[in-house]
């Protein structure tokens, strides 16, 4: 069997293909395509983290699907269709979770960062329920990366986006924007008009575009940074000091107060004050346990529309750039 390689932009081009043959040098040769969208659809309908996941899907889901549920919305649509879960004749569970052949990078990059969110959350909640002698620190390292991978996962669904709309007047999300920018032009605002720079803006500058004055952007920006702050008060500082109370409750700084106990004086001085105990410093666990959840409400809210996005382009237009990255035809 022939798998062609090129991402396919014609579709008419490609039925003619499919349904014909490939002159080759060794004579002509029947290019078949193992997948259609309908194949993709059913399997995607039968497609569960409880029931095809791998092991830490499976076992580690239960702990996020509540306040994270686009996360396996995206996952059954977006990734189980590049893995060989729609092959029949693929029965090894292991093998059915390996990407098919001839997949577009970019899509394969979304996937990678996707399940790496998923990890990285994972393993916040390992540090939760099974402490060791660096789990606060380990903790934040793990969920700062989250926030890091997220928001390139988000970056990369826009540009995928970009790519199968033949460019960012087409996309609406960023379309809204360009004609706020030439209201705000006509009005004489400040507003920058202009064509779009051949190089993609940073990471931040595209998702600012993408989410315009969402306040959930704005509050997801807010976390992350108190997080990205914490992180790296704990770990690139003197060790952090803690308040051991009765019941080997553990008390440390809240993120808003984290700047204030760089030195050990401090904490010693915070132990003696009940004041600044109740407002400043938060049981250890209670607060890890609080950033990640809160992460996770704040990733589900922003993982909305661009899965939406994905899954117009995808299903209800059969945009053939996308189909194409997932070696996948319309009928």
């Known amino acids: 069997m022939i798998i062609d390689t090129r991402p396919w932009r014609n579709w008419a081009a490609l039925n003619d293909i499919c349904l014909g043959t ?3 040098q060794g004579g002509p040769k029947i290019v078949q395509y193992i997948v259609t969208l309908g194949n993709a ?5 039968r497609t569960y983290y409880v029931n095809e996941g791998d092991y830490y899907e499976k076992s580690y889901w239960p702990l996020l699907k509540d306040r994270f549920p686009n996360c396996e919305d995206y996952w059954r649509h977006f990734v189980v269709p590049i893995t060989r879960r729609l092959q029949a004749t693929v029965t090894d569970q292991r093998k059915r979770t390996l990407p098919r ?5 970019d899509v394969l990059q979304l996937a990678s960062l996707h399940y790496s969110v998923f990890m990285h959350l994972v393993c916040c909640y390992d540090h939760v329920m099974n402490p060791r002698m660096s789990s606060f620190e380990d903790f934040y390292t793990h969920l700062a990366a989250a926030c890091d991978l997220a928001e390139e996962f988000l970056h990369g669904v826009c540009l995928l986006t970009i790519d199968c709309c033949g460019g960012r007047a087409n996309v609406p999300q960023l379309s809204r924007k360009e ?4 209201q705000g032009g006509d009005r004489g605002d400040s507003l920058q008009t202009g064509a779009a720079p051949a190089v993609p803006p940073a990471r931040y500058g595209l998702l600012d575009e993408y989410f315009g004055a969402s306040e959930q952007w704005k509050e997801y920006k807010l976390h992350a940074r108190k997080v990205r702050d914490y992180r790296d008060a704990i770990l690139r500082n003197f060790q952090i000091g803690r308040v051991i109370m009765a019941g080997d409750i553990v008390l440390v700084p809240r993120k808003e107060h984290i700047q204030d106990y760089g030195r050990w004086p401090a904490v010693f001085l915070a132990a003696e004050d009940p004041d600044k105990l109740q407002s400043h410093f938060i049981d250890m666990k209670e607060q890890m346990i609080a950033d990640t959840e809160t992460l996770e409400v704040m990733l589900n809210n922003l993982w909305q529309e661009p899965i939406a996005e994905m899954k117009r382009l995808f299903f209800d237009d059969k945009n053939p750039i996308m189909l194409g990255k997932y070696q996948i035809t319309p009928t």
């Open 101 to 105: 052949e001839h997949i577009s990078e």
């Open 41 to 45: 659809i059913e399997a995607i309908k």
């Open 22 to 24: 490939a002159a080759t």
């Open 179 to 182: 004609t706020a920018q030439k």
